[in-house]
């Protein structure tokens, strides 16, 4: 963090915590006053939720050694609950997956439903995704801390296919199960990624400036996506971020509950966030390949982004490779990133050659 922003960023606290410190001191009764029922203003509330557990070895630490980590930093930092959204194809003989989804349970988080096998539903039939979905059910009812909130892989409900997406949803509302949608995402897989892809190459990695990266990004995607909200609701609903199951997170998940703290976020349950209307959507949107916040705006035609500029990889790769490995990018190619719901697909980027599937895909 060079001195401007950390100028910028103390200054952006003071701006924000000094009226929040005024709005919630107690005030003094003044006498012969009507008493005034005091209203705590509404600021802004954000859940956590971590996707695709169990998920594999990352860049430090064993999967049973992530787990535990995680739980601790969660209690340490005062989070009561978190979502931790699984895929029980994952779970096999030779790992703990089932131990560690049942810990995160026993600590007092609630697992929802993120499908088995993780498919990206453009691959495959409305009926086939259904089929999987039921799978993941099987194994999940009845545990330990269920909930039957279904998470998209990928964040696709079927982009513009509305005639698979309705299929879609209507079978999980036929199985009493809501989409447990996201509002706020700042790719912080690709973060995951990028690391284990340097260890493995044996590059340094300043680690320092990896907890800053990972902290800023999720705290500036919750940003974008409570400036996008109140542009295209009028109002600040309670807000879920979109984690995974990382070492990244389970090493610095303290240092961003922290972070949003004093960016002025109130840390609230998995639960209380849900209870929300918003997220109580029919699903009627044009397309739905993201965020709820970006579905809502590309149905409004709102201008504008309305995805949070670190979801392009090559332009988070870049800040990576600058940041945490000191890297300067071989080449920086014009990348000319379009609109949803093909946004993150690019072509040309020094760090990202082309992939096949758009990002939010996460692994
Ligand atoms: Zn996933």
Redesign the pocket.
């Known amino acids: 963090m060079n001195l401007l922003r950390q100028a910028m960023f103390v200054g952006g606290i003071v701006l924000v915590a000094l009226p929040l410190a005024w709005a919630f001191l107690p005030r003094a009764t003044v006498p012969g006053a009507v008493a005034q029922p005091v209203v705590a203003p509404v600021g802004k509330r954000i859940a956590l939720s971590f996707?695709?557990v169990p998920r594999g070895p990352g860049a430090f630490y064993t999967p049973a050694e992530r787990t535990a980590r995680l739980i601790a930093a969660l209690r340490a930092s005062g989070v009561e609950q978190a979502a931790f959204?699984a895929?029980p194809g994952r779970i096999g003989a030779s790992n703990d997956g089932a131990a560690r989804l049942a810990a995160y349970a026993a600590a007092g988080h609630v697992v929802g439903d993120?499908s088995f096998a993780?498919r990206d539903l453009r691959a495959v039939s409305a009926q086939a995704f259904l089929a999987d979905v039921d799978r993941a059910e099987d194994w999940l009812k009845g545990k330990p801390g269920y909930r039957p909130w279904f998470?998209f892989?990928?964040l696709n409900q079927g982009g513009r296919d509305a005639v698979k997406r309705r299929a879609v949803l209507d079978g999980l509302g036929a199985r009493g199960l809501s989409v447990a949608w996201v509002t706020a995402d700042g790719s912080d897989w690709n973060i995951e990624g990028q690391t284990i892809a340097a260890r493995k190459a044996g590059q340094a990695i300043d680690e320092g400036a990896l907890r800053d990266l990972y902290v800023e990004t999720m705290v500036q995607s919750a940003d974008f996506s409570d400036a996008l909200l109140r542009r295209v609701t009028g109002r600040s609903p309670p807000q879920m971020l979109l984690l995974?199951e990382t070492d990244v997170a389970a090493r610095y998940i303290g240092d961003l509950v922290a972070a949003l703290r004093r960016d002025g976020w109130t840390i609230v349950t998995a639960d209380a966030a849900y209870a929300d209307p918003l997220y109580r959507q029919t699903g009627d949107f044009d397309s739905a390949n993201g965020t709820l916040p970006e579905a809502i705006g590309w149905q409004q035609r709102v201008p504008g982004p309305l995805y949070y500029a670190r979801n392009d990889k090559p332009l988070a790769d870049r800040l990576f490779a600058e940041r945490v490995l000191h890297r300067t990018p071989i080449a920086t190619p014009r990348c000319r990133v379009q609109r949803h719901p093909w946004r993150r697909v690019c072509s040309q980027t020094a760090f990202a050659p082309r992939r096949p599937l758009p990002l939010g895909?996460?692994?």
């Open positions: 996707d695709d959204f895929n993120h993780h998470r892989p990928g995974h895909l996460a692994a």
